[in-house]
């Protein structure tokens, strides 16, 4: 069975940045065709997507992210990572890693059901205004 490990998260200032990994461990291997990404819940509110990367690093944004944060891969290490710069008081939540053969999963209909193939255990995210 394979897991999704997130690291990184942890206490940041507000138009600080911090750097989210998510790596693929445990016997087999996530496909280098999944697509992989990430989603978030804050406190009190649903789960919302806010980034994927496809297998060929097609990449798609929640609006609330965009121009902020940056998705990227390293399929030589089965790793997905989240720069998230300019960080807000609202970005303040758990991120969740997620990988899942379709991209279209990726979305916040997805992040409610939950219907991806596999998730990781959550990171959490402090931003102190």
């Known amino acids: 069975q394979v897991q999704l490990v997130e690291s990184g998260g942890g206490l940041a200032q507000a138009g600080a940045s911090l750097r989210l990994s998510c790596a693929a461990s445990?016997?087999?291997?996530?496909?280098?065709?999944?697509?992989m990404g990430w989603f978030r819940q804050a406190s009190g509110k649903e789960r919302e997507f806010v980034a994927v990367?496809?297998?060929?690093?097609?990449?798609r944004y929640a609006d609330s992210v965009k121009d902020r944060f940056t998705i990227s891969r390293d399929n030589r290490y089965n790793t997905v990572y989240l720069e998230m710069n300019s960080l807000k008081p609202e970005d303040a939540a758990v991120y969740y890693c997620?990988?899942?053969?379709?991209?279209?999963?990726?979305?916040?209909?997805?992040?409610?059901?939950?219907?991806?193939?596999?998730w990781g255990q959550g990171t959490l995210v402090t931003v102190s205004s």
């Open positions: 997620a990988a899942d053969p379709l991209f279209v999963r990726f979305s916040n209909s997805f992040a409610r059901t939950g219907n991806l193939k596999i």
């Open positions: 445990g016997p087999g291997r996530t496909s280098t065709t999944y697509a």
């Open positions: 990367i496809s297998y060929n690093s097609v990449t």
